[in-house]
């Protein structure tokens, strides 16, 4: 039973470009989560989504990022024209149910980095 | 505006010896806090939480210990283990009743062979 599965590991995007970054949840599991940590800060958590649908995005920056997870597929957050300060890791985290808690599962990260 | 705080950033002991991470939290309407362990390169592991109906949870060598009063937790390793050895986030759940967790800055907590 293959965990949360992230990819890329490590991005390297120029300023200006976009970074898709993937995330497939643990089998059985239809709620994904995407936290992202700053240089010496903890996880920051970003949107909440569930199958064709988002919950919550309300630490989502207002420009440039966007989420998704279609009916098909795994979740994708999208940052168009990256900016040095979008250098991070960012993890997703899936879960069976709605209350997350001690069932939440995350995955080993995506390094963004911007040149 | 950090609602949950830990304010040592690293932790060194040596093996055998109690670890003792510490948590802060600033708002009251959290009632469930979780503790986990990340490895360099990894993602976070659940490792133990805490209802705030309790005040004590043990798990083997892990007990978490909340004040509610004090809006306070910690995090007990006895015996610590150089295997132990990782970055500790304290988080604690929202009010949306999801897995929307506001974490800690962690603490690395480094145990001496």
């Known amino acids: 039973n293959a965990g949360v599965m992230q990819n890329p590991r490590h991005l390297v995007r120029r300023r200006g470009q976009e970074a898709r970054l993937r995330c497939s949840p643990m089998k059985g599991h239809s709620h994904v989560y995407w936290y992202r940590q700053l240089p010496e800060e903890g996880l920051k958590f970003m949107v909440y989504?569930?199958?064709?649908?988002?919950?919550?995005e309300s630490g989502m920056p207002k420009e440039r990022f966007s989420a998704e997870f279609p009916k098909e597929g795994p979740s994708i957050l999208r940052i168009q024209q990256v900016v040095r300060g979008d250098s991070a890791a960012y993890f997703c985290?899936?879960?069976?149910?709605?209350?997350?808690?001690?069932?939440?599962?995350f995955g080993s990260g995506t390094q963004l980095s911007v040149l | 505006d950090q609602q949950v705080k830990q304010n040592s950033p690293s932790l060194s002991v040596q093996e055998g010896r109690i670890s003792i991470l510490n948590c802060d939290y600033t708002n009251s309407m959290f009632d469930y806090f979780l503790w986990y362990k990340k490895y360099p390169a990894e993602g976070p592991t659940f490792l133990i939480s805490i209802s705030s109906i309790k005040d004590k949870n043990e798990d083997g060598r892990f007990t978490v210990f909340l004040n509610k009063s004090a809006k306070h937790l910690s995090l007990h390793i006895v015996p610590s283990q150089p295997g132990d050895s990782a970055v500790y986030f304290c988080a604690a759940l929202g009010t949306s009743n999801t897995g929307k967790l506001i974490f800690g800055q962690g603490t690395t907590l480094q145990v001496k062979p």
């Open positions: 989504l569930q199958k064709e649908n988002i919950i919550d």
């Open positions: 985290a899936s879960s069976p149910s709605r209350q997350g808690g001690e069932k939440l599962f």
